[in-house]
């Protein structure tokens, strides 16, 4: 009981951190870096020609630019995030801001069976409303700068390296607020609760309509870390990632 008192005192207020890189880098998939973002794909290559490709132009890649003074000093991570009361009514999450007024949210529901919407997931604890976590990370204008000025001075290749690497580290700073405000919800809830919590992000397949930004935005007031947002709600930097996170067992990605 004294454990759900405290957590009461945090409820509706949006907190901002700094992430330090080294945070950032222990979570970093190089797999998924090497792949996805710098297109060192095994495509129709052999297990040894793919091996040697990796070790010779990937993972060199990566440690030079962990050591470049350039580049280490652009990647500025920043996070908000806050916990808000929320309660759901049919397709509609209807959360609390600080002041008790109502933001509601609109997600759609599958068509076909198992006919799944996002509410389905908000499940209320014993003594109150569910809560919702939402946030935003970025980092920050220094490292789009340093890619714009290795774009004009026609260092493509550098320049499609870092950018790579800022949009993964990008996720990474989501993943590190996933697990500190999992870890923070978890300290004022029983253990035998605790579950990892699946993240959403508004424009993905469960909750398409970017337009909820704007919402997210007036909940969390993420200028305060320099985000802002474009007429087609896409966030200014580039690099950043927001969105909230359902703790249900039973909650997972779907599409619509």
Same mark, same amino acid.
């Given at each position: 009981?004294?454990?759900?008192?405290?957590?009461?005192?945090?409820?509706?207020?949006?907190?901002?951190v700094d992430i330090p /890189?080294?945070?950032?880098?222990?979570?970093?998939?190089?797999?998924?870096?090497?792949?996805?973002?710098?297109?060192?794909?095994?495509?129709?290559?052999?297990?040894?020609?793919?091996?040697?490709?990796?070790?010779?132009?990937?993972?060199?890649?990566?440690?030079?630019?962990?050591?470049?003074?350039?580049?280490?000093?652009?990647?500025?991570?920043?996070?908000?995030?806050?916990?808000?009361?929320?309660?759901?009514?049919?397709?509609?999450?209807?959360?609390?801001?600080?002041?008790?007024?109502?933001?509601?949210?609109?997600?759609?529901?599958?068509?076909?069976?198992?006919?799944?919407?996002? /509410?389905?997931?908000?499940?209320?604890?014993?003594?109150?409303?569910?809560?919702?976590?939402?946030?935003?990370?970025?980092?920050?204008?220094?490292?789009?700068?340093?890619?714009?000025?290795?774009f004009e001075e026609n260092?493509?290749?550098?320049?499609h390296l870092l950018h790579?690497?800022?949009?993964?580290?990008?996720?990474?700073?989501?993943?590190?607020?996933?697990?500190?405000?999992?870890?923070?919800?978890?300290?004022?809830?029983?253990?035998?609760?605790? /579950?990892?919590?699946?993240?959403?992000?508004?424009?993905?397949?469960?909750?398409?309509?970017?337009?909820?930004?704007?919402?997210?935005?007036?909940?969390?007031?993420?200028?305060?870390?320099?985000?802002?947002? /474009?007429?087609?709600?896409?966030?200014?930097?580039?690099?950043?990632?927001?969105?909230?996170?359902?703790?249900?067992?039973?909650?997972?990605?779907?599409?619509?």
């Open positions: 009981m004294e454990n759900k008192e405290k957590f009461k005192n945090l409820i509706g207020k949006a907190q901002v /890189t080294k945070e950032l880098f222990d979570v970093l998939s190089s797999k998924v870096l090497f792949e996805a973002r710098w297109g060192f794909s095994k495509a129709n290559l052999s297990e040894e020609e793919y091996k040697s490709i990796i070790e010779n132009k990937a993972k060199p890649a990566l440690e030079k630019l962990k050591k470049q003074e350039e580049v280490l000093p652009t990647i500025e991570c920043k996070a908000i995030y806050g916990f808000f009361p929320c309660e759901s009514e049919g397709n509609r999450l209807i959360v609390f801001d600080s002041n008790n007024k109502t933001v509601p949210f609109d997600f759609p529901r599958q068509k076909q069976s198992p006919n799944l919407c996002i /509410t389905d997931f908000i499940q209320k604890n014993s003594d109150s409303k569910a809560i919702i976590p939402f946030f935003a990370v970025t980092l920050g204008n220094k490292i789009i700068e340093e890619e714009k000025k290795l260092s493509y290749y550098n320049y790579g690497l800022g949009a993964e580290m990008a996720d990474c700073g989501a993943q590190c607020i996933h697990k500190r405000i999992r870890d923070e919800f978890f300290q004022y809830f029983s253990e035998k609760e605790n /579950t990892g919590g699946c993240r959403y992000s508004f424009g993905y397949p469960s909750c398409p309509d970017l337009a909820c930004q704007l919402k997210l935005f007036e909940l969390l007031g993420p200028s305060r870390i320099g985000l802002s947002l /474009t007429e087609s709600y896409q966030m200014v930097p580039e690099l950043s990632v927001s969105g909230f996170i359902i703790f249900n067992k039973r909650a997972k990605y779907f599409s619509i």
